[in-house]
């Protein structure tokens, strides 16, 4: 039997012990053993505190854990609460090596079928990760969408000014420049999706492609937002996570993020074309007490890496960077590590080449998307430079900045996009 | 004397005449195989380009991994390539049905000779032809992996990494098309073996003191964060 018939049959026999449920909260899991008892537990505690009116269900789908995560899962199962239906995802094959929990996109393609299937009003997705969180988390992503007529609640961490830089100088301003919605974390591991929103998710063609498998978070927010529905930012203060089972390194993080980026950005072109200018969204909470853990960087490595990339990366930017962007890039790794700079338009530009270069694709996506760490590495060594000895707001208002030069540069990349060949070398 | 010398130069002009008379159904056949084949290479190509860019031929050929393909591409589109080769390939096995039809007993030799080598051409240049796609290929995978990692001499590396596949693929063609015999396959052994030695003896003697200095840097540093990379996320 096929993996999609084994699922769906999976789906009928959950069906058929839980016909009907207001809330379906999604849990993936990969190797989470020593959490997932904390999370189910907080899960169980949020709906029975605020949702006791309301029908729910746990779907907790593994994908194909070694630790004893099914025998914990099955563990949870049997003690009371909210019921929790285990799905067991087959291929261990399947699992590659991911920033997030491995197969995310599928647990989420099940918890939508089983959101839409059960007729729930809201579909939770939550991280298996999380080291004891607080039972309030359900009620917080939950309440905005079930009673406050959002479709999508994001989280919102406390994070230190250095703490998620492919967030802060790729992702975040992209997105906003893109769909014109000014998300700050625009890629959350814990979210909250409305019927509505699960619909539109479900009736698109992506399921089983890379997109999905690694970039479903950004996916959903963009569907959001290109959709026109209503998003909101949950502040949840900070957040404690478990180091991850299988850590992978930089490189396949960046190069999974951008390449969901860029395909996004491939299948909703008709969309993002149409958007002018952004606004802001609704933020609901209160910003969380207490400070993040600070993260550090050697700027002088981070320059030195960039250096390095422009020795010997030069055949492969020139194959997707303009002419005069690459002259820049020349130009600031000229500069000693104490004054080193990459300038906002410059930095916007150079992301703005890598999306035609992916979509155009003139050397193979996958080595694309690897020359551009160092890149990104001297990005960061410049930020981390001038930021130093500023303070996290004074870093916020810097990434507000450089979201605003990524609005500005937008009509760059529509006249690249649409006429590709006027800048090439 | 002067009549002697006209009867030989017109018996020459007849028999150069009454040789191309005889020769000039065939050429006219050559001419017309020639131009019948172009026309079909032509139409193979109009057919077969529709065909393929209504298959999505160039997306799925950087799906399947050979998008260094693209890159040796005219236009850098694989479809092109094709196009192009079957166009040319017609264009070829017409010109050597229109040679045959001049039946030139030298030409006739010559083309059964090269119709009994064509295989193994064939099969040489595409190892060849492989082998230099794989190379760069190979290339710049090490170089970007070499770069991403901090490695000063990533570029040394892939080149030698390209290099050594090259000659890889040189000898098999080489031998493929049966030049050189023994002599490719004992030249390569000792290429190959001896560059193996020179970068063994490089790095044992040359290196021994750099060698030395990272190892011992590297049990000096603290191990790199497992989830470092979950921070810049």
């Known amino acids: ?425 | 004397m002067w009549q002697n010398i006209e009867d030989t130069v017109s018996a020459s002009l007849e028999r150069v005449l009454g040789s191309l008379a005889g020769l000039l159904p065939s050429l006219i056949a050559l001419l017309l195989v020639l131009l019948v084949s172009m026309l079909l290479a032509w139409m193979i190509r109009l057919v077969l380009r529709r065909a393929l860019r209504g298959i999505k031929f160039d997306t799925r050929m950087e799906h399947w991994g050979f998008s260094a393909v693209a890159e040796l591409s005219p236009g850098k589109s694989p479809t092109r390539l094709v196009c192009r080769i079957v166009s040319w390939s017609v264009v070829l096995l017409g010109l050597l049905v229109g040679l045959v039809a001049v039946r030139v007993r030298f030409t006739s030799q010559l083309l059964l000779h090269l119709f009994e080598y064509m295989p193994r051409l064939m099969v040489g240049l595409l190892v060849l032809f492989a082998g230099s796609l794989l190379a760069r290929f190979a290339a710049r995978g090490v170089l970007l992996r070499a770069v991403n990692m901090g490695i000063h001499s990533a570029r040394i590396i892939s080149e030698i990494v390209k290099w050594l596949l090259m000659v890889v693929a040189y000898a098999m063609a080489l031998d493929q098309l049966g030049i050189g015999g023994d002599i490719v396959k004992i030249a390569f052994a000792l290429f190959f073996g001896g560059v193996v030695l020179a970068l063994a003896l490089a790095l044992g003697l040359g290196s021994r003191d750099a060698v030395s200095r990272a190892w011992e840097k590297q049990q000096n540093e603290p191990p790199p964060k497992e989830d470092d990379a979950l921070r810049h996320v």
């Not at chain 1, 992503?141 to 994070?159: E, K, N, Q, S, T």
């Not at chain 1, 992702?171 to 619909?199: F, I, K, N, T």
């Not at chain 1, 479903?216 to 203060?237: E, N, P, R, Y």
């Not at chain 1, 990366?313 to 080193?340: C, I, K, N, Y």
């Open chain 1, 1 to 425: 039997m096929a993996e999609q018939d084994i699922v769906a049959s999976q789906i009928a026999e959950l069906l058929r012990v839980q016909p009907s449920a207001d809330i379906v909260v999604g849990l993936p899991s990969y190797n989470n053993a020593e959490t997932i008892g904390g999370v189910v537990r907080a899960i169980r505690q949020g709906l029975a505190q605020r949702f006791s009116d309301r029908s729910a269900v746990i779907v907790a789908v593994d994908g194909g854990s070694t630790d004893g995560t099914v025998d914990r899962i099955a563990d949870l199962q049997r003690e009371g609460g909210t019921p929790l239906q285990p799905v067991r995802l087959l291929g261990r094959e399947f699992v590659v090596p991911y920033h997030g929990i491995p197969r995310k996109g599928e647990a989420l393609h099940i918890a939508m079928q089983m959101a839409r299937q059960t007729g729930a009003r809201l579909c939770l997705m939550l991280s298996p990760d999380l080291v004891a969180p607080s039972s309030a988390l359900v009620e917080q992503l939950a309440v905005p969408v079930l009673m406050d007529g959002f479709d999508l609640a994001l989280p919102l961490y406390l994070r230190h000014k250095f703490d998620g830089a492919i967030t802060s100088c790729i992702v975040r301003p992209l997105v906003r420049a893109l769909y014109g919605r000014r998300v700050q974390q625009p890629m959350g591991s814990e979210y909250a999706l409305s019927s509505a929103l699960v619909e539109r998710c479900l009736g698109q063609n992506v399921w089983g492609s890379d997109l999905a498998r690694f970039g479903s978070d950004i996916w959903t927010t963009t569907q959001a937002m290109g959709g026109g529905f209503k998003i909101c930012h949950v502040q949840l203060g900070l957040k404690s996570q478990a180091r991850p089972a299988a850590p992978i390194d930089l490189a396949t993080t960046l190069e999974q993020v951008l390449g969901a980026l860029f395909e996004d950005m491939i299948q909703n072109a008709h969309v993002w074309q149409r958007v002018r200018g952004s606004l802001p969204i609704t933020l609901v909470g209160l910003p969380g007490e207490g400070a993040a853990p600070a993260v550090s960087f050697d700027f002088r490595k981070l320059v030195e890496s960039f250096r390095l990339g422009l020795r010997n990366l030069q055949d492969v930017w020139s194959l997707v960077l303009a002419p005069a962007t690459l002259l820049e890039l020349h130009r600031a790794s000229g500069l000693p590590p104490e004054r080193f700079t990459l300038p906002d338009r410059l930095w916007c530009r150079v992301l703005f080449d890598f999306s035609l270069g992916y979509r155009l694709r003139p050397i193979n996506r996958s080595h694309l998307l690897a020359a551009f760490l160092p890149l990104y590495l001297g990005w960061l060594g410049a930020f981390v430079r001038e930021m130093q000895d500023a303070t996290d707001s004074e870093a916020e208002r810097c990434v507000e900045e450089l979201c605003r030069v990524y609005e500005s540069e937008k009509p760059y990349l529509m006249s690249r996009w649409r006429s590709p060949d006027r800048f090439n070398p």
